[in-house]
Every structure is written in structure tokens, then in C-alpha cells.
């Protein structure tokens, strides 16, 4: 199961273009991990977007997808909210992993 009907996620990883492996390379990482999960899936004509609820993954996936698929990574991340017990901001970080 690599889908969750939770609202929260962490990271947002942009696949730009969809191609199929690419794809499929992305569904088989997150069955191996197990306790990563899929929250929303958005497809667009340019690619997809797919919603986790790990950022560190997201950010190790992508790392995984340039070495495998030699495209490059942009790291972004958005201020989402404040954390009042640990007194931190939170952040939401987008990968995005355009093909060469």
C-alpha cells in the first residue's frame, strides 16, 4: 500500500517529465521503504506531483533519481507553520527532478 487517505504531508516530489520508469522507479522505493506514503497525486501535462509524508526521503529519492536517471534536482522549501512546543518553524520542502 503506497497510498494513505491522511491530509498531511511533508514534501512534495515534482516529476517533470512523467515518464513510466521514472515513475515506476518511484513506486518501488516507496514499497521498499514501507512507512512512507502517498497523501495526493496530481497529473499535469507536464508531468506529476506526488505529496509524502517523509521529507528526508523525498530529499534521499531525489538524490537516487539523479544519480539512476541523470537529470538534475531543485531543493525548495516553503515556511508552513510554527511549531509552538519545540518553539521551530516548520517547513514543507519540494523536490523537484527534471530529466536531462
Keep these: 500500500?503506497?497510498?494513505?487517505?491522511?491530509?498531511?504531508?511533508?514534501?512534495?516530489?515534482?516529476?517533470?517529465?512523467?515518464?513510466?520508469?521514472?515513475?515506476?522507479?518511484v513506486f518501488d522505493e516507496l514499497r521498499r521503504k514501507g512507512?512512507?506514503?502517498?497523501t495526493k497525486e496530481v497529473n499535469?501535462?507536464?508531468?506529476?506531483?506526488?505529496?509524502?509524508?517523509?521529507?528526508s526521503f523525498a530529499?534521499?529519492?531525489?538524490?537516487r533519481l539523479k544519480r539512476k536517471f541523470k537529470g538534475k534536482?531543485?531543493?525548495?522549501?516553503s515556511l508552513y507553520g510554527y511549531n509552538r512546543e519545540k518553539s521551530k518553524e516548520v517547513y514543507r520542502l519540494t523536490v523537484?527532478?527534471?530529466?536531462?
Aim: charged content about 25%.
Design 59 to 63: 530529499k534521499s529519492l531525489g538524490e
Design 73 to 77: 534536482i531543485i531543493l525548495s522549501r
Design 1 to 25: 500500500m503506497v497510498y494513505t487517505n491522511e491530509r498531511n504531508f511533508a514534501a512534495i516530489l515534482q516529476l517533470r517529465p512523467a515518464r513510466k520508469d521514472v515513475v515506476d522507479f
Design 96 to 100: 523537484c527532478f527534471r530529466l536531462d
Design 44 to 55: 499535469f501535462k507536464t508531468g506529476v506531483d506526488l505529496y509524502l509524508t517523509s521529507s
Design 35 to 38: 512507512d512512507v506514503f502517498i
